[in-house]
């Protein structure tokens, strides 16, 4: 008899396919997205500003989440911040960063039976889009406060882990962490329940101050996720784990 065919195989293949031209597009226009925001902030006027930082990251917990104790992480920024006039003391500040997010997991202490620590540390492309208040300050300063909100698109970093079992033997894991799409085709399945498996794109608000003289700006900025972490709707441990970002930065401009 004639082999026969695996329509099975056939329906997986078109499934994957569709996954992976959905990926690219996502991809690609978030991108297009943060590369026209760049070229607007530069032309628009020339007060735009190279920007460097510490970022001071942590993750929500609570009863609903898949974390019951995070500790904070301490990580980077670096990018380009715009600044759009509007009027009067009123200023739209867009930009591109790149930024790192994340928390430190631990229970137990270091050497004991049961030790466990895990550090989460994403790396995220950030778009951010400001609008600003500034008062003057003599006669090239000037105090700034606002607010606005943000997108990022998670591009790398790495889940380290490791501890000792209640046997005393010990270990240590790295992997890369992997990003999910949250696929729209996949409705309401799990896509990744852990730190190692997160959704790809994050938003937000940021509220931001600081002060700003002829070439140099200081700030500070908080950045609170709206978008859980984990893929999936549907999960009951891990639906509350959101990003939350204290930065330090220091503005040079062009």
Known sequence: MPEQMNTYDGKAFANTRTKIIYTMKMRFLAILGATAIASTSLKAQSNARIQAGINLANITVNENGR??????????????????????????????????????????????????????????????????????????GSFFVGAGPYL???????????????????????????????????????EGAGFGIVKRFDYGVNGTVGLEGKSIVLGVNYGYGLAKLQSGSNSTQDNNNKNRVVSITLGFKL
């Open 67 to 140: 974390v019951d104790d995070a500790n904070m992480l301490s990580s980077f920024q670096l990018g380009i911040i715009g600044d759009v006039h509007l009027g009067s003391i009123l200023y739209l500040q867009p930009g591109v960063l790149f930024t790192g997010k994340g928390s430190k997991v631990q229970k137990g202490t270091e050497g004991s039976n049961g030790y466990f620590k895990q550090t989460f540390n994403p790396y995220y492309i950030e778009v951010p889009a400001n609008i600003l208040i500034k008062a003057p300050l003599g006669k090239t």
């Open 152 to 190: 990022g698109i998670g591009v790398g970093g790495k889940t380290k882990t490791e501890g000792q079992t209640l046997l005393g033997v010990t270990y240590s894991n790295d992997q890369k962490i992997k990003f999910s799409n949250d696929d729209p085709t996949t409705l309401n399945e799990e």
